[in-house]
């Protein structure tokens, strides 16, 4: 990186703000998607707006590219350095700035951990929904940038729901502050267009977020079931019969073995083919009327089990063993490939079988953990990333498995992104026009494409559409 | 606007070769509906063609097990309603729905409904959308699925947009379990602040409510206030909190819409709030929103302006439709700066064509970030098919 670049942001952001030694820049080569690997030329943490927009002007000039970065668990490559970039990373933005628990909500900077939020709101009652599984490491900032889901996101919806406000530097340096909360977006909804742009778009540095009252009661169950078909369609089951719990969560039998050897272990039986999680929160009248009528769901799709969590402890470790599964999964082999895909609901059990088929042909194994309310697929291929031929085998039952959702009406990715992993397979969703459309939106935040360039676009796509003008305007 | 060519295409196709045939005549293209929201945005500066979606009607994939609908965007929003309740779906938001209130136009509108406290705005249910765009082609955006990160969240960008950025033409709704009990409590009080009070009590006791609002359209004195509390659920739910909710506020008596007796009938699921379209009069309407514990500052500017006013305030959100008349250039403008000063926003529906085209119907001050959506709007639409001048900030 240019000397003069790197002394101009030095006086903004001080030495302890600007990364310049290889051996402190290493940490950044890659997220969460392992085997994307680049070591940034230089990396800068901003404390704040200020700092972030003055540290962006300075890029502006000399045009050079951007990477966001929150805590670096995606796992898509959204945070993947490129090639002559500079990554701005929000870890010295970790204050909880507001907590208004009358108009239940809560003004963040964008570095505040996930798990920071909802301690900080329980002292009110009140607690932040979305719960991704790596919510003690991953940030609000890196939350809306993939608009992340977790298992209570069935019942409480994604990040984007719960996004009420934003401030974001733009790519060449201007604060646009939109978080005064509106009912309803004056004009365009720009703070909901913004959540799920991976990057794209600008730096969130400050962000307002809507905070739920914590339920009075919570009962958690486990059902074990003989077979991973019988959990699947008893989820079918369960979406068909409009029953609202706020969490329906899958386990395979893969899964449960890493678990239970693990330091997390739950309790989960070995030996079971698949355990379901449900959640059920409310009044206590609501959460009885829930449970009665999830469980003779469950037990007449075979569950020859169905247990409630005792307390709050028994809770916290069937929580803990599901929300550290990936974890557990280093025990199996000492790379995990994560897919993360969508399919309707009333077709899990199709698409799962499907996904169990791909691997096997290609000799992988496979680990099934997943939002399974929510249709949302996560088939992960344990292996090692030393093996240049068995990671090309992971990469293509990836594709096959990603090809089967979207014939059967599903989608990409439920919450991970498309980041840098699955550009390639844009195109397999969406036409030249749907991109292009996409393209347009991307070109009016960004104008010289210096945000996360490589990332959630195809690049070519982007290019053709640009000709295109029916009335043989040029642009 | 009287001069303007009605186009109703039958197809998504049909639309988009209209789409294509006004961009070949430079022709400027207002996108509609069932024109039911017509006086929600200001009257566009030029139309030549209406292209409504009238007769681009239907349900393209509705399967009841996956709690999911797709339809084309003129389908009317009732017959929708309708279809879903026989499944045991709600479909928000709760909106009263003559029958040309269509699918699109309540997404183009951004319109959310009276259970907004219990399922949230519209833009939390609108999954996916088909949209013609200015150079005739065809973007879909989001899905038919109910968790779907892939691509940018164009469908939040149309919410709401009144077509501006496109003729929204298939619309993918999250559907709810619909409720399997309802019960309404009134009570009436002379104050306002009494009656605040006790709707504030209700929401932080209740998880069932759908609505919880306050209303002064009686003019008796000692009964002018009335607050209306609409819950809905599982049967044991809201039994339940009718219970709990009478020993805590004995004050506020409950009809329960048993299924079978007198007292269901009395339960609508959805009834109008604003008084101004209800009455006759000559009444307007203006949406007024702010934080919710800026309510009370909210109202008192209103009361200074010394304006009779109906209202129907909706403290939890921080929502008020306020009735007005009559009114003229200076009432509205003074009224939207009363509020701006207290940090309120305002939306005038329902103004006369001649006097909305004069005044902001949106307040004195530009939305933040207006010249992002200028731009937005720029390369969406790079020669202006869509007609302009309709939004806030000109948009
Ligand atoms: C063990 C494990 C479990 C996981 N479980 C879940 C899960 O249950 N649900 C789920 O949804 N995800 C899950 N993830 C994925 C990941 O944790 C989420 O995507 C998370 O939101 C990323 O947050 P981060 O702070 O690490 O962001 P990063 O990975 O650093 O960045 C994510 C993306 O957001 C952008 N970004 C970051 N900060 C900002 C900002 N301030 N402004 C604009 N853009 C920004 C980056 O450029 C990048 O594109 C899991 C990951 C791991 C490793």
């Given at each position: 990186m240019d000397a003069r670049v790197v002394e101009e942001l030095r006086a903004i952001l001080g030495h302890s703000g600007v990364l310049a030694e290889r051996a402190r820049r290493v940490t950044y080569e890659s997220d969460g998607l392992a085997f994307a690997r680049h070591v940034p030329e230089l990396v800068i943490l901003p404390r704040d707006t200020r700092e972030t927009a003055a540290a962006m002007r300075i890029l502006h000039t000399h045009g050079i590219p951007i990477v966001p970065r929150g805590a670096g668990t995606g796992l898509s490559g959204g945070a993947t350095p490129v090639a002559g970039g500079v990554v701005i990373g929000t870890a010295r933005m970790r204050d909880v700035l507001e907590i208004d628990a009358e108009n239940r909500c809560a003004r963040v900077q964008a570095g505040v951990v996930n798990v920071d939020l909802t301690h900080a709101a329980a002292e009110h009652g009140l607690f932040y929904a979305?719960?991704?599984?790596?919510q003690k490491a991953c940030t609000i900032g890196g939350n809306v940038g993939e608009n992340s889901g977790g298992p209570h996101c069935f019942r409480y919806g994604s990040t984007t729901r719960h996004v009420l406000g934003l401030v974001i530097v733009l790519p060449d340096g201007e604060v646009l502050d939109l978080s005064r909360p509106a009912v309803d977006a004056q004009g365009y909804d720009l703070v909901g267009l913004f959540v799920g742009s991976e990057g794209l778009f600008g730096i969130a540095t400050e962000i307002t977020v809507a905070l739920l009252p914590v339920p009075p009661v919570t009962v958690t169950m486990l059902a074990l079931f003989r077979d991973l078909d019988a959990a699947c369609d008893a989820v079918s089951d369960l979406i068909a019969a409009r029953l609202e719990p706020s969490a329906i969560e899958i386990l395979d039998e893969l899964t449960i073995e890493a678990v239970e050897s693990s330091v997390l272990a739950a309790g989960y039986p070995k030996g079971v083919k698949a355990v379901m999680l449900v959640e059920a929160e409310g009044s206590e009248a609501e959460v009885a009327a829930t449970v009665d009528a999830i469980e003779p769901l469950l037990v007449a799709r075979g569950a020859f089990d169905v247990r409630r969590a005792r307390d709050e402890a028994e809770r916290a470790r069937l929580w803990a063993g599901r929300k550290g599964a990936y974890g557990a999964m280093g025990r199996v082999a000492p790379d995990l490939y994560v897919c993360d895909a969508v399919v309707p609901r009333t077709k899990l059990r199709e698409l799962v079988r499907q996904t169990i088929a791909i691997c096997h042909a290609r000799g992988l194994r496979i680990a099934n953990v997943f939002h399974a309310g929510d249709g949302n697929l996560h088939p992960n291929i344990p292996y090692d990333r030393r093996n240049a031929e068995e990671l090309r085998r992971v990469l293509e039952a990836g594709d096959e498995i990603l090809k089967a959702c979207i014939a059967a009406g599903g989608s990409l990715t439920g919450e991970h992104g498309v980041g840098l992993e699955k550009i390639g397979a844009m195109e397999w969703m969406f036409t030249g026009p749907d991109l292009d459309a996409q393209c347009r939106v991307r070109d009016a935040w960004d104008p010289l494409r210096r945000m996360n360039p490589g990332k959630l676009l195809p690049v070519h796509a982007c290019r053709e559409t640009r000709t295109r003008d029916p009335r043989g305007g040029t642009r | 606007m009287s001069t303007a060519t009605v186009v109703a295409p039958r197809s998504i196709e049909e639309a988009a070769e209209a789409v294509r045939h006004a961009a070949r005549e430079r022709a400027v293209v207002l996108a509609t509906g069932g024109n039911t929201k017509r006086t929600w945005t200001k009257p566009a500066a030029r139309v030549d063609i209406e292209l409504s979606t009238r007769r681009l009607s239907g349900v393209v994939v509705y399967e009841p097990g996956d709690g999911v609908i797709t339809a084309l965007a003129g389908t009317p929003w009732a017959e929708l309603e309708a279809l879903v309740a026989r499944n045991g779906h709600h479909l928000s938001p709760a909106i009263p729905a003559?029958?040309?209130?269509t699918v699109g136009g309540v997404v183009a509108a951004g319109q959310s409904g009276m259970d907004r406290l219990r399922f949230g705005p519209l833009r939390d249910h609108v999954l996916g959308l088909r949209v013609v765009m200015a150079d005739g082609t065809t973007a879909k955006t989001g899905g038919r699925l109910v968790k779907n990160v892939t691509g940018f969240d164009l469908q939040r960008l149309h919410t709401g947009a009144h077509g501006t950025l496109g003729l929204v033409a298939e619309v993918s709704l999250r559907l709810h379990a619909a409720p399997g009990l309802r019960a309404v409590g009134l009570a009436f009080h002379p104050t306002r602040e009494s009656a605040l009070e006790m709707a504030r009590a209700v929401t932080r006791l209740s998880r069932a409510a759908w609505a919880v609002l306050v209303t002064d359209f009686t003019r008796d004195s000692e009964s002018k206030w009335m607050v209306n509390a609409l819950l809905g659920g599982g049967t044991a739910v809201v039994e339940s909190e009718v219970s709990s909710l009478q020993a805590a506020l004995p004050a506020l008596p409950w009809i329960v819409a048993r299924p079978g007796t007198r007292d269901e009938a009395q339960v609508p699921l959805t009834w109008n709030a604003s008084f101004g379209n209800e009455y006759p009069g000559g009444w307007r309407t203006v949406r007024i929103t702010c934080k919710p514990t800026a309510l009370n500052r909210t109202l008192f500017a209103l009361d200074r302006s010394g304006i009779e006013t109906r209202i129907a305030a909706n403290p939890a959100l921080g929502i008020v439709d306020a009735s007005i008349r009559p009114l003229d250039r200076g009432v509205v403008e003074r009224i939207s700066a009363d509020l701006a000063r207290v940090g309120a926003r305002v939306h005038w529906r329902g103004l006369e064509d001649e006097l909305r085209a004069r005044v902001d119907l949106f307040g004195p001050d530009e939305p933040a970030g207006i010249a992002l959506m200028r731009r937005i709007r720029a390369n969406l639409d790079p020669n202006g098919l869509w007609a302009t001048g309709r939004l806030a900030g000109g948009l």
């Open positions: 979305p719960d991704p599984s790596s | 003559p029958s040309n209130v």
